[in-house]
């Protein structure tokens, strides 16, 4: 069995494969850096380290709070051989090899989607990727409406802000999804040039019905952008509900999507992807550089982003990770995901047996929301609060979450309704670890409950 803490024995490995590398540059002159020894560094790396443990556990299956994943044990050393090099993936210049690393990564992420024929690269995170979606929605359809539901990412209305797009928030159904019976008013009363289907909200896991929205936009002629930057490889997994299946299985249909590989793609931060399925986007980006794009006929990556500069080692270490965990259905790296859910589902029914508490739905993904019952939603939000600080000092780190009281029948579980908004418990069991360690959580937060009695 692994041992779960900080890795150290791979540091081996690195400097086995450092040497091979340094290597392959032999022939160069010697030349002193001038950047001091390594004994004047110890003492600030010394102060690093003790600064770093100022940190949750994210690598722990006992951390089970926000989506902090760790890196696999080969994106982290791939990304620091890269280092050594430290290209850039703007230009070719830059980054001959760690370019056609990125090529060749992103394109297996749009073959997971169904895509052969796509623009699409990476970008410094979601952020990034879903600022160019919106920055192509709006060259595609000038001055149209954006939408997005109230549960999608926040960074949606903010983008639309900076790039001068109207934005307007859809209602969402109990269940956390987009409703589009309210979407289809909207539509009827504005233009509309993109809705964004959040495949995979952060609040909830929730993905938006994609199969109806599908058949609107053929009514009313607008864009879909798919977020899927917390979904999107999900679609590798096939032990999920019916219509969240259905919803993954579509993806291909729209016209932009979003993954972010630095969640569930095992990879560093930060490292995002936008993918387009009309390749001809790509005039939206045509720019002119005196002196960046000359050493190389081929297309270089900076003529298809908003991003200059980029770290090539992002690239790099998600190109080893695919290489060794490849983003196919039945796979290693599509078990890690499916554990992850299991873990989910798991809690989810723990929690649900137990009349001490309240949940609200099923996990579409591997996101559970749930709360101790109390006389009043303000009530259970307090010994939420309380129960979160509790649990720290068990070493089981959750997180908290401001969830809209209709996502819970309050009525069934005898709370009143006294605040529109209740303070939730919220676990991200993405972690395959966490599918062994869901039973020693549990105890954890029944224990924790007891103390608060």
């Known amino acids: 069995m692994r041992n779960i803490g900080i890795d150290v024995d791979s540091l081996t490995l690195l400097d086995q494969i450092v040497r091979k ?10 030349v002193d850096d001038g950047q001091g020894d390594l004994e004047t ?16 556990p994210y690598f722990h299956p006992l951390y089970a709070g926000q989506m902090l994943k760790p890196p696999h044990p080969i994106a982290r050393l791939a990304y620091m051989l890269s280092l050594y090099i430290n290209p850039n993936n703007h ?29 699409g690269h990476l970008a410094g995170g979601g952020t990034m990727a879903n600022l160019e979606a919106l920055w192509v929605a709006g060259r595609s359809h000038p001055d149209r409406m954006v939408l997005a539901s109230t549960q999608a990412h926040y960074t949606h209305e903010r983008l639309s802000q900076v790039l001068h797009l109207p934005f307007r928030k859809v209602p969402v159904d109990r269940f956390g999804r987009m409703d589009l019976d309210g979407l289809q008013r909207i ?35 607008f864009r879909i952008h798919a977020d899927s930057a917390y979904g999107g490889y999900f679609r590798l997994v096939d032990s999920l509900p019916s219509a969240t299946r259905e919803a993954f299985d579509l993806l291909g249909e729209v016209d932009s999507i979003v993954v972010d590989p630095h969640k569930h793609g095992l990879q560093p931060y930060g490292c995002g992807c936008i993918l ?25 990556l900076g003529e298809i982003s908003l991003e200059c500069s980029r770290p090539g080692a992002a690239a790099v270490a998600l190109w080893a990770t695919q290489k060794l965990l490849p983003l196919e259905r039945k796979g290693t790296f599509a078990s890690h995901l499916a554990a992850g859910r299991n873990a989910a589902i798991e809690l989810y029914h723990l929690i649900a047996a137990d009349s ?14 749930w709360l101790p019952k109390a006389a009043s939603a303000s009530k259970a939000s307090n010994l939420s609060r309380q129960l979160f600080e509790q649990a720290a000092k068990h070493h089981l780190h959750l997180a908290l979450a401001e969830i809209p009281e209709h996502f819970f ?4 579980a005898g709370m009143d309704r006294d605040r529109t908004t209740l303070t939730c418990l919220r676990s991200v069991l993405m972690k395959p670890e966490h599918d062994s360690w869901v039973g020693q959580i549990w105890t954890i937060v029944c224990q924790c409950l007891n103390e608060l009695d």
């Not at 001490?356 to 929301?369: C, K, N, S, Y």
């Open 21 to 30: 590398l340094s290597d392959g540059f032999a022939g160069l002159p010697v």
């Open 187 to 221: 539509l009827d009363e504005e233009q509309v040039g993109t809705v964004v289907a959040t495949i995979g909200t952060t609040a909830t896991g929730a993905v938006d019905p994609l199969p109806r929205l599908l058949k609107l936009r053929d009514r009313y002629h």
């Open 356 to 369: 001490r508490f309240l949940t609200a739905f099923p996990p579409e993904l591997d996101i559970v929301i």
């Open 41 to 56: 560094m110890r003492p600030v790396l010394e102060e690093v380290a003790s600064r770093l443990t100022d940190n949750y």
């Open 276 to 300: 387009f399925k009309d390749p001809s986007v790509g005039g939206f980006y045509k720019h002119d550089s005196p002196y960046t794009y000359f050493s190389s006929d081929e297309l270089h």
């Open 91 to 119: 230009a070719l210049d830059g980054g001959r090899a760690s370019s056609a690393m990125e090529k060749e990564a992103v394109a297996e992420i749009a073959a997971m989607f169904g895509w052969d024929q796509y623009l």
């Open 409 to 412: 029948d309050l009525e069934k």
